[in-house]
């Protein structure tokens, strides 16, 4: 049997999923791995999440939790709302497993003993007020390639290219907002430039590779290849064997994680051997992920396993584009999108996986509109779908005691249909192979229509019962195939209907090779039952006007989170410089003990500032910053000539409150 494994990128624990994760990645991969089943493949599923990075360990610093908490959380959200929408993962592990750090040692200790990593003291970004290096998220600055001011150290959202920190143009500490310095560091790196010749041709040639990605990559390739630093100076990832602080950068060994999710996938199965037969044993490797992990995952995991020389190289990486929401952006920060778990407390999972797949092709951008969503599922799913099922099994329900009538002789037109039923599932089938799921999806409707036309035309409930037996023998052979096509797509809803048809076993047992094999005539029907919910005008509405008041909700400081904060006049009775900058002021506030440590040095000199009355928040979290504690902040307005202190135009109590 052929071993194919499939992956869904990890999705990092820092947050929920939403419609955009869904359409570009977990939905287009399970519906690909359901269909390779049922072609009677040995296919497994594989993802986790990625727990590793600065995207974990940022949000863990805001919130003022571990890392391991955040990751912990959202662990849990994430692999709920997947399942429940249906994806039948055959394991989905964690990168913060002990067997994900063996493995992804061992995979460095590998590179290292070929000679694809070396180390080399190199100048990293390093904030002088914090006091620590600024791997990746931990600081922001306009992207060198498109312009885009807020660029990440790793990469930059705007035109997806993996950035170096230090290329940043105007980078700033995302914790304090000042502008790093360079400060020295050793760290590994992975000999990218040496695997140029090898990626460009695995690229060019691959014949499996759908073109968006190609095109996406020979034009990052262009600019040549740099080695790649894969270690970072924090705490919180897989350490390097070692060192202290040191761990591998997270894009190193989140991949990794897809092997050593499928060793845990082995180990659960008690077959401890079982996961090479689909990395070391010619199986093929499919990657799904979204249009943002590219790069990633064509270069620096490509060139990875080539280095590593032991496993097989991706047979495919098949990305989806962005989905928009209502023809906008999606935005956590505005507020803009619609969560798995919110959608699946009002909605079922299926018409979604239907729309998410079937409204554009995946190497496109698509649109989700809750009106378009309930215009496809109205029309498609129920009117056309559910209403070509309700009808065969209603008539044979009533008309025939619940079975499948047993036929007289095909007529010209009967077998023709059953030949057409044959091609569709055909050309379903090459739709699937070749990444086309919206196409695949259309042709389940193709279907439905085509039953729907036949019956029209042969108008049965004209007939007496005995001479519509053969009408609806066919249409029962083409409810048989409509399940078939509905599995990957919607597997709930093909499961159902599977019964509802008196079939025996499951619908996702069954094989594309079956499908001329016809319902027997006897075969006991159930009760027939709506596939499909219409979606009503209200509901579109209301959904609508709950996503407005989500990303006002998200706008607005409400007046419980601004009481919040404590904002007084205070007198400055103290300050001194405390670095050779001469940026950094230690000021001390009033009589109380509040102190702060403000980057204004550069406008406002030490000794003039004393005794002067200013604006504080006095219930900021306190932080050490330089080794002394900061526990207010002095507000400031800043404009292009600086900074300018916030002063009361009369002199006020100290200690007046300010709202
Ligand atoms: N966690 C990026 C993301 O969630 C990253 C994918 C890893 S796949 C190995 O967008
Ligand atoms: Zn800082």
Redesign the pocket.
Known sequence: MKKVIVTA????ANGKLHLGHLRSTYIPADAFVRYLRMKGYDAIYICGT?EH?T?ISVRAEQEGKSPKEVADYYHELIKEDLVRMGCSFDNFSRTTKPLHYEITRKFFEKLLERGYVEKKEVEQLYCPKCERFLPDRYVEGTCPYCGNPSARGDICEACGRYLVATELKDPRCILCGTTPILKKSEHFFFKLSALEGFLKKWIQENPKLPANVKNYVLNWLRGGLRDWCITRDMKWGVPVPGYENKVFY??FD??I??ISSTVEWAEKKGDEKAWEDYWKGGGEIYHF??K??IY??AIF?TGMLKAHGEFGLPTAIVAGEFLTLEGKKMSKSRGWLVEIGDYLSRHDPDPLRYYLLASSPLSKDADFSWKEYARRNNDELADILGNFVHRTLTFIYKRYGGKVPEPKELDERDEEILDKMKEIVQRFCEDMESFEFHSAAKRLIELAALGNKYLNEKEPWKKTVEEGRTTFYICAQLVKALALLMAPIMPFSAEKLWKMLGMEGSVHDQRWSDISRPVPPGTSIGKPEPLFRKISESEVEEERRKLEERSRRALYVTAQEFARMDIRVGEIVDATRIDERRVLLKISIGRTVKQTVAGIGEWYDAKELVGRQVVVLTNIEPRRIKGYESNCMILAAEDGEGLSLLVPDRKVERGAKVK
């Open positions: 990128a990890l999705p990092y990625d990075g995207p997270v894009w989140a991949p994680g897809y992920l979204g943002d992990n990633q995952h995991w």
